[in-house]
């Protein structure tokens, strides 16, 4: 985040088949399909569960919990002035084979560690809600 606001992002686009997931955030829940047939949490988003094959999946909200998987510090600033970010593998709570590619905020990239617990946080950019992490305050659950 700048002094200015947040960072300038391409954002996704909110039709279709992952729609629900980049607005989901309007109301700070995590959102994912869920496989109604068999429990598996299904992403990216697909039209039928890749467990079982039942076209029975719909969002619903995740704890918002995870542990960072894997990270990386990019220091290459591709828009003049941008800080350096950590961008990190995050391992969802409820389904630690589910990751998402994404930011972590409010930590400096000395202190993230893998293993390190994180909570979701949401940057509203228009109608879109991106999902960044922050560590749990007190570093446990």
Do not use: K
């Not at 591709?78 to 800080?83: L, N, R, T």
Request: hydrophobic residues 35%; glycine residues 10%; contains cysteine.
């Amino acid at each position: 985040m700048t002094a200015s606001g947040p960072p300038f992002r391409l954002l996704p686009r909110t039709d279709g088949d992952s729609g629900f997931f980049w607005t989901s955030g309007a109301d700070g829940l995590l959102r994912f399909l869920h496989c109604d047939a068999c429990r598996t949490i299904v992403h990216p988003p697909a039209p039928c569960c890749p467990a079982c094959l039942s076209p029975d999946v719909a969002p619903r909200p995740v704890s918002g919990r995870g542990t960072v998987h894997s990270f990386t510090v990019n220091h290459q600033q591709w828009i003049p002035g941008a800080e350096p970010s950590v961008v990190a593998l995050v391992a969802i709570e409820e389904q630690p084979d589910v990751r998402l590619t994404t930011n972590l905020v409010g930590v400096g990239d000395d202190e993230v560690h893998i293993g390190m617990p994180v909570e979701v946080t949401f940057e509203q950019h228009e109608e879109v809600y991106l999902p960044l992490f922050r560590p749990v305050p007190g570093g446990s659950r």
